[in-house]
């Protein structure tokens, strides 16, 4: 089969295709022709080996994992002996958190893992990103903001797979939402619910007056330091882009203060919430109230492209790869 080896650390550049083995899944595992595969900022911030304590859990001089992905779309091909809940013809949908390995034409993937059958009203590559932006918005939101009706809510970077998964499920709560992105997405999230929204180009949003109980920075581009001024007492900063000044601000404001900075690395929490919270987006999603806006996609042998668009930061929604395009 077709897929992506990842050859080192760096740039976009460090990918290659190339022809591997197809997976032979094991009795509790599917596999899964891979319809879509998503490229997220997560994925590309990982590439760098940076923040270097990554490398911990990604691999020391190399990724340990050479083929890249985790989200993914598809129909289940064959099924493990020991296979239960799943059938062949399948259509699916999944994030393979552990050992990645989705930008490639199959994957096999364990029946018990983040797997989950495709909602109807979803394509392949539309439920591709799903999992990355919604899960992680998700845990966000309602594990660490406590999210509920009437709760003031600031999304910074509200255009992108996290930020449109937020306002869509800040809404689903009847929060006030607030969300902050460059002048030409300002349509696309009002669509999906915004209450307000701010054109950074035009307008800082910490100078403006206005107090949030959270402050959800789902693209690390300010600080606790500098929206703390906005907080409300009680209020949190909330983050899933790891680095060293939040890592102190946590520390200070866990002993400290009534405004909190907080972090969660959501792909290491346990697989039973993890699979709560898919549970959880999935009734979202069939109750109409989640959509999942696709800005590009690409074919595999296109993943340098890929991640060449998704660094420059601008991409709307979820970008995706298509490993069965024709070339």
């Known amino acids: 089969m077709k897929a992506v080896i990842t050859t080192g650390y760096g740039s976009p550049e460090v990918f290659k ?4 083995a197809k997976p032979d899944p094991k009795a509790n595992e599917v596999l899964v022709r891979i319809h879509a595969s998503s490229v997220t900022k997560a994925d590309s911030m990982m590439r760098t080996g940076k923040p270097y304590i990554g ?3 990604l691999g020391l ?6 083929i890249w992905g985790s989200g993914f779309a598809g129909v289940i091909e064959a099924v493990g002996s020991a296979v239960k809940n799943f059938k062949k013809g399948d259509n699916v949908f999944g994030e393979n958190i552990n050992s990645f390995g989705t930008y490639a034409q199959f994957i096999a993937i364990a029946e018990d893992g983040v797997i989950a ?7 392949f590559e539309e439920a591709a990103g799903i999992c990355d932006g919604g899960i992680t918005s998700l845990n966000f ?11 003031k809510v600031l999304i910074n970077g509200g255009s992108g797979s996290l930020g449109t998964a937020a306002i869509q499920i800040a809404k689903y709560y009847r929060a006030h939402v607030t969300a902050v992105c460059s002048t030409a997405n300002m349509e696309l999230v009002r669509s999906l619910g915004a209450d307000e929204v701010i054109d950074y180009t035009k307008t800082d949003f910490t100078h403006n007056k206005n107090y949030y109980d959270l402050i959800y920075d789902t693209v690390g581009t300010r600080s606790f ?5 906005s907080l409300k007492e009680n209020g949190c900063y909330a983050s899933p882009v790891l680095g060293m000044p939040l890592i102190g601000q946590m520390m200070v404001t866990s002993l400290f203060g009534n405004k909190k900075a907080k972090f969660s690395a959501t792909g290491s929490l346990p697989k039973k919430e993890i699979m709560r919270l898919l549970n959880i987006l999935i009734d979202i999603i069939k109750a109409g ?5 696709v800005d590009r996609t690409y074919k ?21 790869l298509k490993p069965f395009a024709l070339s």
Do not use: M
């Open 61 to 66: 001089s190399k990724p340990k994992h050479p």
């Open 17 to 20: 295709l190339d022809q591997v």
């Open 225 to 229: 330091e500098e929206c703390k001024p």
């Open 117 to 123: 059958k495709l909602p109807k009203s979803l394509s």
């Open 141 to 151: 939101l309602q594990n660490i903001g406590n999210i509920h009706s009437g709760q």
């Open 289 to 293: 109230h989640f959509i999942a806006p």
């Open 300 to 320: 595999l042998e296109q993943v340098v492209e890929a991640h060449t668009y998704v660094d420059k930061g601008r991409k709307k929604g979820n970008v995706v």
């Open 55 to 57: 490398r911990l859990f």
